[in-house]
């Protein structure tokens, strides 16, 4: 039988299913179907974006595949260019309206923009609004690095549940980690079976986090595939996973991860592999020059 997705209680006392289903690069075309495929294969947790460009079909499969909204934790996040008190109350209604849904269960800040904090504070602050109003259940941040993370602490008054950062066999983020615990925050690894290591057009490295040695010789171990054992890392470390994939036989292989035990030597073993060395966008250069681009009305 197959065992239950453990759930998360995040800071405020809400449960989220620890492991997702990311739609990052899905084309809109495509999301419906694999959105729907997901759901059917019980994952009960999607993770979104205003700037994905695929809210709206998020929110289609959520009604055409005849699973309950009540049973499915749908998370979102606010773009940079959205940033500022009445401009991220008015996001929520452009997420909210494309997903077709009254309250998001987490609404997140995509980005923080370091050389304007001073509208990334008043974002968060409608992001406050929203939770006091009912409108979303939790509310968090993403890329936010230790001292983001300060700077947020020290001039708002709800700690945000979740940071969703980059966290892979190849760039764990051990500090971010721990500033993330020590604050009660959750960390949800995006790119969690190092997506960001592999596809095209993100750096020229290409060492693929699929392919590494160590984490084939545990895979071969457990008679389980690369993808599920780091899946299965996160896991056992408590945080948060959201694996995308538009591929029907992978989206229930990353699934099919709750049964894997890996041992404390096994553990190490992956976090040895750490190399410090990221693969996204550094979040000190995030700026609206550079990445500002427009979050259509719903
Ligand atoms: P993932 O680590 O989830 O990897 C996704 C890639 O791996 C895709 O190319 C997918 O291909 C492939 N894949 C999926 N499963 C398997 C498998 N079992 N075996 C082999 N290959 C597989 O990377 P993502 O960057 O997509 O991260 C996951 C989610 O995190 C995103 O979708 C998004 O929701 C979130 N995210 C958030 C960011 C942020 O800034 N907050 C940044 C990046 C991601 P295919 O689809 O063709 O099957």
Redesign the pocket.
């Known amino acids: 039988m197959t065992r239950p997705v453990p759930q998360l209680t995040l800071n405020n006392g809400v449960e989220m299913p620890a492991l997702g289903y990311?739609?990052?690069?899905?084309p809109p075309d495509e999301t419906i179907r694999a959105v729907e495929a997901a759901l059917q294969t019980g994952y009960r947790h999607i993770?979104?974006?205003a700037a994905?460009g695929n809210e709206r079909e998020v929110g289609q499969a959520l009604r055409s595949s005849g699973v309950d909204r009540a049973d499915v934790f749908l998370e979102t996040?606010v773009w940079i260019s959205d940033f500022g008190y009445d401009a991220t109350l008015h996001a929520f209604d452009k997420s909210a309206g494309k997903l077709g849904v009254d309250q998001l269960d987490l609404f997140i800040l995509?980005?923080a923009l370091p050389s304007r904090f001073d509208l990334t504070i008043e974002a968060y602050q409608a992001l406050e609004t929203l939770l006091e109003d009912g409108k979303v259940r939790a509310i968090g941040v993403?890329?936010f690095m230790p001292e983001h993370l300060d700077r947020l602490l020290g001039s708002t008054s709800v700690v945000p549940a979740v940071n969703?950062?980059?966290v892979?066999p190849y760039f764990r983020q051990s500090e971010l980690l721990a500033k993330d615990a020590e604050h009660g925050i959750l960390s949800q690894?995006?790119?969690?079976?190092?997506?960001?290591t592999?596809?095209p057009g993100f750096g020229d490295q290409h060492r693929s986090t699929?392919d590494d040695a160590t984490i084939g010789e545990i895979a071969a171990a457990h008679g389980r595939?690369?993808?599920?054992v780091m899946l299965a890392w996160h896991l056992a470390q408590g945080r948060s996973a959201?694996?995308?994939?538009?591929?029907p036989h992978?989206?229930a292989?990353?699934f099919d991860v709750l049964d894997i035990e890996l041992t404390g030597d096994e553990l190490a073993a992956i976090d040895a592999l750490d190399t410090g060395v990221r693969g996204?966008p550094d979040p000190v250069d995030i700026t609206l020059d550079n990445f500002g681009t427009e979050i259509p009305e719903a």
């Open positions: 990311g739609v990052f690069q899905t993770d979104t974006a994905y996040k995509h980005q993403s890329n969703q950062i980059e892979h690894a995006w790119s969690p079976i190092g997506g960001i592999f596809y699929l595939t690369p993808a599920q959201i694996p995308k994939s538009v591929t992978r989206i292989e990353n996204g």
